[in-house]
């Protein structure tokens, strides 16, 4: 926020008696100021400048009334008070009823109450309707120089580890806190931080790391399948032009909770044990015009909304609209920043409280020699049996739409004319992007079909609640959105039988309506293929690429949004094969996580509002007063086994659980060699 918007948004907080400083707990020191300007500091210097920041209860009721009414947009609210099998003991949360006791709660400090929100939203398990406060997250990041991996041995028993790589990992991204970490090892092993790579971890905190695996997946959220949140608290990768490393939960966290860990451990070639205790260290991840050097400071700096917070009114003179990336929304795509236009290729796309990773894979880990046609996200290479092609896909984003569909093609011929008649594509860690980017590689791998053509994904529908309705209403009686520029306008969508709607048809009525976990509810009649031919870059090839049935499709079950649009439809109308990396293997893995049909946020679902002029509804949320974030899931896609009922919530085990052992641990190139060896 530019000075002269923050002072006027601070005036307009005092005229409700918000002042910064009012906000900040009187105290003889101010312990913000102690960690302003720096760049490492402990996470109970960073906790203790939080809990200086008391709860204002205005600001309370704001963010509880904006998140309540904007959940009247997110189509699964009711599903998740209990979900089907198999995801029953995964989701069942009853958001109403706990927004309500967070209302009457009383809280200490106001990351007690935040903490509480955030929790609450992530036990739906769904990593497009998170709640997100930008003023305690993603400021400092927590750290140790540890990651973990689960690894199988040749007897087919698992064990924790610390990641054979991870003092290259350690010492090549926090050169600067080596040292401390170094010296903060007992005596004997003093200095000897690379000693411990690859070490068996017999105990997190004088428990079975069982416990503290287990313990992250109740709260990390973001995916339904318990196997899937056992696996972020692992590192893994994530492919692109610059392949990163995922630190994952134990040795990344974006809350400043834990200040240090003891571990007991087994290093290689020893047959004694050791006891360690090892610092968390908190990194400043803010840019540099988001520092600050007090309080007040850092409350007016970046927890007061922000241009992008709330919506706009795009009807309104001199008003731009901004792309994601130019908004708080932004910050927590876990995707490659989208450009304005990015809704024509329709997003579906992850949201979490950790940033996405900019840590490097180790070179020795990174695949060499990227056939031609790589960009960005999407990597081609060659395996060296000659007849086995791999598209690394890091994410269904790019830039451009267009850039990214026509890298596909490119580098799907590129291999063709290598050799290839296999293909594996692994879509580790790959958060979602563009509906079409999806649709468009389902349909050039294939060929035309009726799988593929017209709609290569899922048919898909929104909640009709009452304002939505009254958006499309004020669209079609008044002309409101010369420029389709609106989610609600119905130029935007087909039917069911894939004809576009005309400008005066009013497509939520009459709404669908159900019994969901005995709440009734209403949805949108069924909305048909949205990218054939506008979100294409071009016409398609007329016969397959590959036989989908040589296709193997490989993630660590972060396989989230148009990720799992993509995946679904190969595995459950192609035949193609489903591999997920480590796991449990008493824990059957999901190939892919969080499926949705389309994500969006509040300040998009505000801008809808505003522009029909309908902010002044009862019905209409407020503007946000703080820099928050309220993310929902938009559509949901109707399932292919059962095309009844979404496909949210039914069951997708993965063909193989791949064991993972040291060879091969965050190594893509020989997690392909396999994954070919035991499935092509």
Not at 128 to 137: A, F, L, P, Q
Not at 427 to 455: D, M, Y
């Amino acid at each position: 926020m530019k000075l002269t918007e923050s002072l006027v948004y601070l005036a307009t907080l005092s005229g409700l008696g918000i002042g910064a400083r009012a906000l900040v707990s009187p105290r003889a020191a101010d312990p913000c100021a102690a960690i302003g300007g720096q760049k490492w500091v402990s996470p109970k210097a960073v906790r203790d400048c939080y809990n200086s920041i008391p709860v204002n209860e205005t600001l309370k009721d704001n963010i509880i009334e904006v998140v309540s009414r904007t959940l009247a947009f997110h189509t699964s609210v009711n599903y998740q008070i209990q979900a089907p099998e198999p995801f029953a003991e995964d989701v069942h949360e009853d958001l109403f009823a706990d927004l309500a006791r967070i209302s009457r709660k009383k809280y200490k400090h106001d990351l007690d109450f935040h903490i509480d929100m955030s929790r609450t939203l992530k036990r739906l398990n769904d990593g497009h309707c998170v709640y997100i406060n930008r003023c305690y997250v993603c400021f400092f990041i927590s750290y140790l120089p540890i990651p973990l991996v689960l690894l199988t041995d040749s007897s087919g028993t698992q064990a924790v580890h610390i990641a054979p790589e991870a003092f290259q990992v350690a010492s090549t991204e926090f050169p600067d806190q080596i040292d401390f970490w170094q010296n903060a090892l007992p005596r004997d092993l003093k200095g000897q931080l690379e000693s411990l790579s690859g070490a068996r971890v017999l105990k997190i905190n004088g428990r079975d790391p069982n416990v503290a695996i287990d313990a992250n997946a109740k709260i990390t959220g973001s995916f339904q399948a318990l196997g899937t949140r056992q696996n972020s608290f692992f590192s893994s990768y994530r492919a692109g032009a610059d392949w990163t490393y995922v630190m994952g939960n134990f040795a990344q966290q974006s809350l400043p909770m834990d200040d240090e860990v003891v571990l007991e451990i087994q290093r290689n070639g020893e047959s004694s044990t050791d006891k360690i205790k090892l610092p968390y260290r908190s990194r400043f991840e803010g840019s540099e015009d988001e520092n600050f050097t007090d309080a007040d400071s850092f409350l007016s700096g970046h927890c007061f909304a922000e241009q992008g917070t709330n919506g706009i009114d795009l009807n309104a003179r001199g008003v731009t609209a901004l792309s994601d990336a130019q908004k708080p929304v932004g910050r927590f795509q876990q995707v490659r920043p989208l450009p304005k236009d990015a809704r024509e290729g329709g997003i579906n796309i992850m949201l979490d409280t950790s940033p996405p990773s900019n840590v490097v894979l180790p070179p020795v880990l990174v695949p060499q020699t990227p056939v031609n046609g790589s960009r960005n996200v999407a990597q081609f290479f060659m395996l060296d049996d000659g007849k086995t092609g791999v598209l690394a896909l890091g994410s269904f984003s790019d830039n451009s739409l267009d850039g990214l569909s026509n890298a596909l093609l490119t580098g799907l011929l590129n291999l063709k004319s290598l050799g290839a008649t296999q293909l594996v594509v692994d879509v580790s860690n790959n958060g979602g992007g563009f509906i079409c980017a999806s649709a468009w590689l389902h349909r050039i791998i294939v060929g035309p079909k009726s799988s593929s053509e017209p709609q290569a994904g899922l048919n898909t529908t929104t909640r009709a609640g009452p304002l939505a309705r009254q958006i499309v209403q004020e669209i079609v009686n008044k002309d409101l959105d010369p420029f389709a520029q609106l989610l609600y306008n119905p130029v935007q969508w087909r039917d069911a039988s894939n004809n576009f709607f005309s400008p005066d048809v009013d497509w939520l009525e009459p709404p669908v309506e159900k019994v969901i976990n005995g709440h009734k509810d209403a949805f949108s009649q069924q909305l048909g293929q949205e990218c054939q031919p506008e979100g294409y870059p071009t016409a398609p090839p007329d016969e397959a690429l590959f036989d989908p049935k040589k296709v193997v499709i490989v993630s660590n079950g972060r396989c989230a949004s148009s990720c799992s649009l993509f995946s679904i439809t190969m595995s459950q109308e192609e035949g193609s094969k489903t591999v997920v990396l480590g796991g449990r293997n008493d824990v059957q893995q999901q190939y892919c996580g969080t499926v949705g049909g389309q994500s969006t946020d509040f300040s998009t679902i505000d801008t809808e509002v505003k522009t029909t002029q309908l902010k002044d509804s009862p019905l209409a949320p407020p503007d946000f007063l703080v820099n928050a974030v309220q993310g929902i899931t938009w559509r949901l896609g109707f399932g292919v086994d059962d095309s009844t009922e979404p496909e949210e919530w039914q069951d997708r085990p993965a063909d193989l659980n791949l064991p993972l052992t040291a060879e091969i641990v965050n190594n893509p190139r020989a997690v392909w060699e396999e994954v070919v060896a035991r499935l092509l």
